[in-house]
Each structure stands twice: as C-alpha cells, then as structure tokens.
C-alpha cells in the first residue's frame, strides 16, 4: 500500500540529526557533540509544579489556546523581556513545542507554488513542511556573510512569489544572531509589503553578547514570533511552545491548531506557568555556563586551526572541516566518529549550504567537552 502514500510525504526526509545520533548513538565510550538538548534538569520548583498538577487531578482539557493563566504569563514574561505587547486573550496560542508552532504557521500562511527564504545552512525542520504545502524553500547562501541573515543577502531573493521570510535567531546551527539595527533594516524594507516573517526566537534567553531583539518590536502586524520554554528552562520533553501573533492571524492559526493536537498537555502547561513566573530568571544561571563552554571551546576550536564563528547565542559552533581532509561533511563526521567515538552533526543535515562544515554542540559538561576535544585534536593531527 506504499504506493497510495502522498508523494509529498515520501519525498521527505528523517532529520540528518536525528538520522546521525540514531546511527552512532549505540557506540560504548561515545562522547556526543550531536543534539541540541540543555544538560541542566529542568528546575525543581518548575518540576513540583507539574507534579502538583498531576496530584490537583488538572488533566483535562484546556483551551484550546492553553489556560487564560499561562497566556498571561507569557505575555507578561515577552513584555518584561523583550518589549513585546500582545493580548492574552487573542494573540498567542500554547503549542506542542517550537515545532508544531511552526508547522501551524506555515500552514496557516502558505499556499501552492508561493515562496519562503531560508538562511542556509539552517535547522531542518522547516523546509519539509514547507515542501509538504507545496511552497518552494528558497535558501541563501551565507557562508560568505559570517552566517548572519542581513536585508543586504535577503533582498536579491525577494519576487512577487514570496510569502514569507524565516528569521531563526539566535541561530541554528551556527549560533549567530541579529542586531537591533539588522532587525530594523529588514522590519523597514518590508513594512509596505505582503510578506510575513516567521521569527523563531526559540533561543532569546540564550544570547551572551547582546540583549535579544525581537523583530515584532519593529513589524508586529507581519510577523509571527515563535518561542517556548525547551532551551530556556530545559524543558525539552515537557514539549510546551508558544506563537504569538496579531489577532487577525492568531484567529486562523488556532483552526489548525485546534484540529491538530486540541490543546498542548496540561500538566505541562502549568509547570510551564511557574517557569515563565517564578522562573522567570531561571536561564540566568545556564547562560552563564553556557558562556564559560563557549569561550573554552572557541579557544580550543582556534588553537586547533579550525575556522568558525563565535556563536552570539545558542549552543552550537558550526565549524568548517579543513580543506586538508579531502572528505565531505558526512564521511568526516562517520570517520570520526569510528576513530575517536566522538560523534559531530555533519553540516550537510543543514542544507546544502552546510556542506563541508560539522555542528558541534556544547551543552554538556565542561569534562565532557575537554574530553571530546582533546580525542578530536588528536583526530585532526592526523591530517597534518
């Protein structure tokens, strides 16, 4: 009965990812630079919190949205930290994750033959849903641009078919972000078109040289802000996001939400109100971290002669394989591992344009990290 499957879907691919880490993840004695999961437990109080809701017997159904309580404190939560205004009750919907708040944007938004760009190399959860909706993923090549996503790189691609333009920052999977000025350039050139920017800020409370901006503070009317509480709080199986739109789009986008999963679970939901209150800081601690591993790594990476950019936020470097190793991204990543039982994301799971690069993620400790560097160092000594 294959044959009857929509072409669409089989023309898809299993995240390169998640089809490495499956590939390697059995090996004894494996250090893994590979998902881009915090290694932090999500917080205690957050933890009592869901835990008390399961004992309260709160396991039903709410809104559809999520409860009047969490969309207060998430609009509370982007107002205090990112100047962002929306209203509880109309424009912000609690999604299963990030991710399913994506895919009901794009559904909402996309129709047959329109166009979105892309950065590439970028994270591959995006391009299958639009391919799905059979909108055209149209990517732009920014390994000449420092990876970072400016009007300058973007305009070339703009034609009347575009639809709508992906704004992951910070970034995965190089890590770099956009500055308040960049954001303006893009919100002012688009303010007279019909365009829609899908802004995926998933990762704002991770940013370590500059204070996240959100490009809605500029271009609310057209833009969709994508968030949630995975790399924040840790809280990546709890699976609780957050879309946040104008109400004349949030609207449509609760009808598919609605038909798509009813609500997001509920006992996450309220763990995820005493994270986004109680909690509010609660990423304050990681970031810190986070800083200390990225200055180590950066230095370890630099010393090693290897080319990359010191990523503004995130956890991830994006690290170009030396032109001496004459392998591509995914043979380098399988000899490496197979060698050192280090294990990298080879950088063609992000587009063709991560071809001839590897992601390494640095959330995980500090020994873990030394460890793994030091089996790579000697990898590439090899080469020399």
């Given at each position: 009965?294959?044959?009857l ?25 494996l ?21 008390a809701?399961?004992?309260?017997d ?32 109309s ?49 732009v ?15 070339p691609f703009i034609?009347e ?25 893009i919100?002012?050139?688009l ?7 899908l ?8 940013t ?16 969709i802000?994508?968030?949630?509480l ?37 006992i ?7 994270a ?12 810190e ?17 290897l ?29 490496l591992?197979?060698?050192?039982k ?34 790579m ?8």
């Amino acid at each position: 009965m294959e044959h009857l499957v929509n072409n669409r879907v089989k023309d898809i691919e299993i995240s390169g990812i998640r089809k490495f880490f499956n590939m390697v993840s059995h090996m004894d004695d494996l250090i893994s630079f590979t998902i881009g999961q915090p290694d932090f437990p999500t917080p205690e109080h957050v933890k009592k919190a869901g835990i008390a809701a399961i004992e309260n017997d709160f396991t039903s159904y709410t809104h559809n949205a999520g409860t009047i309580e969490l969309r207060k404190a998430a609009c509370e939560f982007v107002e205090k930290k990112y100047d962002l205004e929306y209203k509880a009750d109309s424009e912000i919907i609690v999604t299963v994750g990030a991710s399913e708040a994506i895919d009901i944007a794009f559904r909402t938004i996309l129709a047959e033959g329109t166009e979105v760009i892309l950065p590439g190399p970028i994270y591959p959860g995006y391009e299958p849903i639009i391919r799905m909706m059979g909108a055209v993923p149209i990517h732009v090549d920014l390994r000449e641009n420092q990876f970072r996503f400016t009007l300058e790189v973007i305009k070339p691609f703009i034609t009347e078919k575009t639809r709508c333009i992906v704004l992951p920052y910070p970034s995965n999977p190089t890590g770099v972000s956009l500055s308040e000025d960049e954001l303006k350039d893009i919100a002012n050139f688009l303010k007279d078109k019909d365009i829609f920017v899908l802004a995926d800020e998933i990762y704002s409370e991770l940013t370590y040289d500059q204070k996240h901006t959100s490009i809605a503070r500029f271009l609310k009317e057209k833009t969709i802000v994508i968030n949630g509480l995975s790399k924040s709080h840790s809280m990546t199986g709890w699976r609780i996001g957050f879309l946040f739109a104008p109400e004349n789009i949030t609207k449509h986008i609760l009808k598919v939400h609605q038909y798509n999963v009813s609500c997001a679970n509920s006992i996450a939901q309220k763990a995820a109100l005493e994270a986004l209150t109680v909690g509010i800081n609660d990423a304050s601690a990681m970031k810190e971290e986070y800083v200390i591993r990225r200055d180590y790594v950066f230095h370890r990476l630099t010393s090693m002669g290897l080319d990359t950019v010191k990523p503004d936020g995130a956890f991830y470097f994006f690290v170009k394989i030396p032109e001496t190793i004459p392998l591509n991204s995914f043979d380098f990543a399988i000899k490496l591992v197979n060698e050192t039982k280090v294990a990298v994301v080879p950088g063609s799971a992000f587009s063709e344009f991560g071809e001839g690069y590897f992601r390494l993620s640095f959330a995980c400790s500090m020994e873990t990290l030394e460890n793994g560097l030091d089996r790579m160092e000697q990898f590439l000594n090899t080469w020399k």
